[in-house]
């Protein structure tokens, strides 16, 4: 075969860099992951014309787009022996209020609703093989398996390769209008204002470059959360973060620059997932997560204890699935916070300092070949396959290279689930990270413009994009249905098209990398663990410096490329959102992880509440909710809700 | 602006994520329509394996090879330096 790795190849998509391609629809859906597809669904589904915008391709993109092995918050499933009151209650209270008491009611409302719904559309929620037939976690009526608190059974284990497919697919026999390979560049709004009604949206596709606009009467932003902020590797951009590169967080940016308001955008945590930092997700013996809660021995292989949050020592498998004695539930998942809280705590291996001091030998490892045969094929099989980015390259990539379950250890690295270690500095946005404020309908405070999954602020898993995105999508149809269609600006769109094009003009110019790089080593610098107003506004000078005279020399020679310079353009924004909340903040806070120098005291009283920022004629304007703004959380739900609820009774 | 042609030349990363086997796999260029990154390009030649272009910005989410109709085809090259370790369990 002829090695193509080496020689120069013609770019092998049309250019149509000066084609401008005008698309007139009622619903925009900016973002076609988990969020974004079931949004496109439920707008579909009230009868409005949707186009959805995603920068790859739906059938398997995002960051849930590879698959989903548990599904949290189904408090309405028929086994599940909690109330979407009390399970939402617990997660605000485990966040000690800083959690968005709106998206996560919907998602513990919702959630099994979308389930359902999945089913319906060929994904797989329940053991229909009979495959655990007879196991602890299985309701045999119902053939749904659960994972980690088997008393209350409101996370399913579910196959969720399955469901990005089967997505995609529903999204076009209703006739959603898809532009895959499209990067959403901009929002447009009424008379080209900041601060206006949301009336359509930029994009540029990333392969042929062509220049697309998109009028709407309402949109819905449906995009990743910021990243690649602080963890950067210009050889290997790829594996930088733990989301896939291209979710940059660009509806943060874009919605930033039309004025859109964010709460908690301070909050970043000590990195989890980086392939430059640690190992792949999920592909290291641990206990936590996908691998809940797997046997584990030390270098002899002596069994390391479990204990409850009591301490007391737990003397079977199965205590480890429920509940100490009192206790009312245990909060075990994706987003989990490293604040550990008493009342919440799930059952865990003795802590790291107390093995050392009773003579295990590191390293640990995972015991899969102990445990009873159906909890270890439900970790090495069903939940390693089925959770995204495991399928291929843990599972199979193992397999195929000599592992057994049965028979081998297999090697737990740095804390926990985090499979390495990062500096303090190395921050990331994760467990419940700032975004866009919502309302009731997840409108946020812009006329015509909704959000959904990880682009509200304290997003979180699978579950929390499916049931938002939808919610998000028929409020936005709702919407759209009453609302004045609005022409777009045409000078704020060719100002964007100018700005898109712009690092086409530079044969030799600063490469996306290089500026990337440089703005996680000020982030690092600035942004880190310990923050001061000094170290921020140096921060936010050099950001700005960068923005003014590096920025516009960023060089692009292809449509590809251009893309990737468009996020770092992204990147940079958000990095200066990040900056400004960090400012707002005159104290420091353990629930968001936010330590200030020049303000040591811990959550002081009167900064208990939501900072919330937005760009206002181009300045940073600042104002705050109470951290309970959400209210009743069944009287709201069920006031926006009526016409959905009488759907699904009916 | 004008459009003119452009030339890529794949990028020199310091992984190869991606291995084809000639052989076998077709050029149906699956992968190439997966990869939510979009780091292949379908080969110049009809019915030749795409071509890696992008590598350094490969996720190793492994949708390509999940997508491949011909098994052997392609092979996702975990990175080593994120090969983990695992031993034989010494039963008592």
């Known amino acids: 075969m002829k090695d193509h790795s080496c020689q120069c190849l013609e770019w092998p998509y049309p250019l149509l860099y000066d084609k401008v391609q005008k698309v007139t629809t009622d619903v925009l859906i900016l973002g076609g992951g988990i969020a974004g597809c079931w949004a496109a669904i439920a707008a579909a589904k009230k009868g409005v014309l949707v186009a959805l915008v995603e920068k790859g391709a739906i059938i398997r993109s995002g960051a849930g787009g590879s698959g989903c092995d548990h599904w949290e918050s189904a408090a309405t499933n028929p086994c599940s022996r909690i109330t979407p009151e009390e399970l939402t209650k617990a997660m605000i209270k485990a966040h000690l209020g800083y959690n968005n008491g709106i998206s996560h009611y919907i998602e513990c409302r919702e959630g099994y609703?979308?389930?359902?719904?999945?089913?319906?559309?060929?994904?797989?929620?329940?053991?229909?093989?009979?495959?655990?037939?007879?196991?602890?976690?299985?309701?045999?009526?119902?053939?749904?398996?659960?994972?980690?608190?088997?008393?209350?059974?409101?996370?399913?284990?579910?196959?969720?390769?399955?469901?990005?497919?089967?997505?995609?697919?529903?999204?076009?026999?209703?006739?959603?209008?898809?532009?895959?390979?499209?990067m959403a560049t901009s929002l447009l709004t009424e008379g080209g204002k900041q601060g206006a009604r949301v009336v359509g949206a930029t994009g540029v596709n990333c392969r042929t470059g062509e220049f697309i606009t998109f009028q709407a009467r309402a949109t819905v932003l449906c995009m990743s959360r910021p990243t690649r902020i602080w963890l950067f590797s210009p050889g290997l951009p790829g594996i930088s973060e733990f989301r896939p590169p291209q979710c940059t967080g660009d509806g943060h940016a874009m919605g930033w620059k039309a004025g859109v308001e964010f709460a908690m955008m301070e909050k970043s945590v000590k990195g989890?997932?980086?392939?430059?930092?640690?190992?792949?997700?999920?592909?290291?013996?641990?206990?936590?997560?996908?691998?809940?809660?797997?046997?584990?021995?030390?270098?002899?292989?002596?069994?390391?204890?479990?204990?409850?949050?009591?301490?007391?020592?737990?003397?079977?498998i199965s205590q480890r699935y429920r509940p100490a004695p009192g206790q009312r539930l245990f909060l075990k998942g994706g987003g989990e916070p490293d604040i550990p809280n008493y009342e919440f705590q799930w059952p865990d291996i003795l802590p790291v300092e107390k093995l050392m001091a009773n003579g295990f030998k590191l390293p640990f490892y995972a015991d899969l070949a102990s445990m009873p045969e159906k909890e270890r094929k439900a970790i090495w099989g069903l939940m390693v396959g089925e959770e995204g980015k495991t399928k291929i390259p843990i599972l199979e990539t193992y397999t195929e290279a000599g592992f057994d379950p049965k028979k081998h250890l297999l090697q737990s690295y740095g804390e926990g689930w985090k499979s390495g270690?990062?500096?303090?500095?190395?921050?990331?946005?994760?467990?419940?990270?700032?975004?866009?404020?919502?309302?009731?309908?997840?409108?946020?405070?812009?006329?015509?413009?909704?959000?959904?999954?990880?682009?509200?602020?304290?997003?979180?898993?699978?579950?929390?994009?499916?049931?938002?995105g939808y919610y998000a999508g028929r409020h936005a149809a709702e919407y759209a249905k009453e609302a004045v269609a609005i022409i777009i600006d045409s000078k704020q769109a060719e100002r964007e098209r100018i700005r898109v094009y712009a690092p086409l003009k530079w044969a030799d110019g600063i490469g996306w990398q290089e500026l990337n790089m440089c703005i996680s080593r000020i982030m690092q610098h600035y942004c880190g663990d310990i923050k001061s107003e000094e170290l921020l506004t140096t921060g936010l000078g050099l950001l700005k410096d960068m923005q003014n005279n590096e920025a516009p020399q960023l060089s692009a020679k292809n449509p590809h490329e251009l893309v990737r310079a468009l996020e770092v353009l992204n990147v940079i924004t958000n990095a200066e959102i990040v900056l400004n909340a960090c400012l707002?903040?005159?104290?420091?806070?353990?629930?968001?992880?936010?330590?200030?120098?020049?303000?040591?005291?811990i959550d002081p009283p009167e900064w208990n509440k939501l900072v919330t920022i937005k760009c206002e004629k181009n300045e940073v304007a600042t104002g705050e909710k109470p951290l309970d703004y959400y209210g009743s959380l069944k009287r709201n739900y069920e006031f926006y809700n009526a016409d959905y609820l009488e759907e699904r009774q009916s | 602006m004008k459009s003119k042609k452009v030339f890529i030349h794949p990028e020199a990363a310091p992984l190869k994520p991606l291995a084809f086997k000639a052989g076998i796999c077709d050029g149906c260029n699956r992968c190439v329509e997966v990869c939510q990154v979009d780091i292949l390009v379908p080969h110049p030649e009809k019915g030749k394996p795409p071509v890696v272009v992008f590598p350094g910005e490969c996720w190793y989410g492994g949708c390509c090879v999940a997508i491949c109709p011909k098994p052997g085809a392609i092979r996702l090259n975990t990175p080593l330096m994120n090969r983990v370790h695992w031993k034989q369990k010494i039963c008592p």
């Open chain 1, 113 to 182: 609703d979308r389930l359902l719904d999945l089913e319906r559309i060929g994904g797989k929620i329940r053991d229909t093989e009979d495959e655990f037939q007879g196991a602890e976690f299985r309701d045999e009526k119902t053939k749904f398996l659960f994972a980690y608190d088997y008393e209350n059974k409101f996370t399913l284990r579910v196959w969720g390769t399955t469901f990005k497919p089967a997505l995609a697919k529903e999204c076009r026999r209703l006739g959603v209008s898809v532009f895959d390979r499209t």
């Open chain 1, 421 to 468: 270690g990062f500096l303090p500095q190395e921050r990331q946005f994760f467990g419940l990270p700032g975004g866009m404020v919502n309302d009731w309908r997840l409108r946020t405070n812009l006329e015509g413009l909704y959000a959904a999954g990880d682009q509200l602020f304290a997003s979180n898993c699978h579950g929390h994009a499916a049931a938002t």
């Open chain 1, 584 to 601: 707002v903040r005159k104290a420091s806070s353990k629930p968001l992880h936010f330590r200030r120098s020049d303000f040591p005291e």
């Open chain 1, 272 to 316: 989890e997932w980086s392939g430059i930092r640690s190992f792949p997700p999920y592909g290291t013996g641990n206990t936590h997560n996908t691998w809940y809660a797997c046997n584990m021995v030390d270098a002899d292989g002596r069994e390391i204890p479990w204990v409850d949050r009591d301490g007391r020592i737990l003397t079977d």
